[in-house]
């Protein structure tokens, strides 16, 4: 069943393209109407304790981000993201174990010379404890 028989029909199919193909997406009157309620956030704000959703729902919202940046334009609404997870997944007890580890095997790597360092201090707190004892033992 042909709606537009003989040489009607490649006319009237022109124009329907050519409305469609000059029909473009108001965004630029859209984005001036919805500037600040864009900027609010995503989804909504919190206005005195109460939750208010966008006057733009989040399809129109979608579609009108994707015509600005479509045009080339930036979107600046978008929130901010925030930092990848540079920590790995898994069990916890055995990342914190395995550090522990390394940890202690650093240490006892150090261990000789913290324990020259403990006995130089030792020794040199026994030495001033007894100077200050022949000291007191003079004056008196």
Not at 49 to 74: F, N
Not at 128 to 137: S, Y
Request: net charge positive; charged share 35%; glycine share 6%.
């Amino acid at each position: 069943m042909n709606l537009f028989p003989g040489p009607m029909a490649g006319k009237a199919a022109k124009s329907v393209a050519k409305a469609v193909g000059q029909y473009q997406y108001p965004w630029q009157e859209k984005l001036v109407k919805y500037k600040d309620e864009l900027s609010k956030g995503v989804w909504g704000y919190w206005e005195l304790g109460v939750w208010k959703p966008l006057g733009l729902s989040a399809r129109h919202r979608a579609r009108l981000r994707k015509e600005v940046v479509l045009a080339g334009h930036d979107w600046p609404y978008d929130p901010a993201r925030k930092e990848m997870r540079t920590k790995q997944k898994g069990h916890k007890c055995d990342r914190i174990s395995a550090e522990k580890r390394a940890k202690t095997a650093e240490l006892m790597q150090k261990m000789p010379e913290m324990l020259a360092d403990y006995r130089k201090r030792r020794w040199e707190r026994k030495m001033k404890a007894e100077d200050d004892t022949a000291r007191k033992a003079v004056q008196e």
